[in-house]
């Protein structure tokens, strides 16, 4: 069964999206945005699935996760690890092979290897990027967009404490 595949990120000048395993920023809209678009379906019998890696689950506020709305699937490399209230696989392939008729769109929501492996997939349907303005001194990186997304629509902007951001979606 093949679901519209996205990433999803947001990232600095420098793409970095993390530092020591967190955001480096707190903005608000971003965050509406990014519910906004993981959780929006056009079958209102279907969820969309969010994939992340253990790392960025375990960033999530222990009372905020699972993530509502959505599908949540965690990777780790052990099959023993466990995170209530989500699914756990061992790699990219078999979450994405998991996805049925249930499911309308799949996201990955990161963290840095979890978008490197899944942005090389043939089947990746578009990235949404949060591009935020400055450099955040990350430890963590988004990959290049590969060239074949070189169609780009800008969504939206936003300001929000000193900080300029836009909403970018780069499809093929």
């Known amino acids: 069964m093949n679901h519209p595949l996205y990433l999803i990120a947001a990232a600095d000048s420098r793409n970095g999206i ?6 480096p920023w707190s903005l608000k809209g971003d965050l ?13 019998m279907r969820k969309n699935m969010i994939i992340m890696g253990w ?4 960033s999530l506020p222990a009372g905020k996760r699972p993530l509502p709305g959505r599908h949540n699937v965690v990777l780790n490399l052990d099959s023993r690890y466990t995170a209530p209230g989500a699914t756990v696989f ?3 392939e078999t979450a994405l092979q998991s996805a049925d008729k249930t499911i309308e769109k799949i996201f990955v929501i990161g963290g840095g290897r979890t ?5 090389l997939h043939p089947d990746v349907t578009g990235v949404y990027l949060t591009r935020v303005q400055g450099d955040f001194n990350c430890d963590t990186f988004f990959p290049p967009i590969p060239k074949r997304f070189n169609h780009i629509q ?5 300001h929000e404490k000193n900080i300029a951001y836009e909403f970018l979606l ?3």
């Not at 790392?55 to 375990?58: I, N, P, R």
């Open 90 to 92: 061992t790699s990219l």
């Open 55 to 58: 790392v960025t689950w375990e």
């Open 32 to 44: 509406q945005f990014f519910q906004e678009i993981t959780e929006r379906t056009e079958d209102l």
């Open 115 to 119: 978008y490197r492996e899944a942005i």
């Open 170 to 172: 780069y499809t093929a």
């Open 18 to 23: 993390g530092i020591h395993g967190r955001l």
């Open 154 to 158: 800008r969504l939206g902007a936003k």
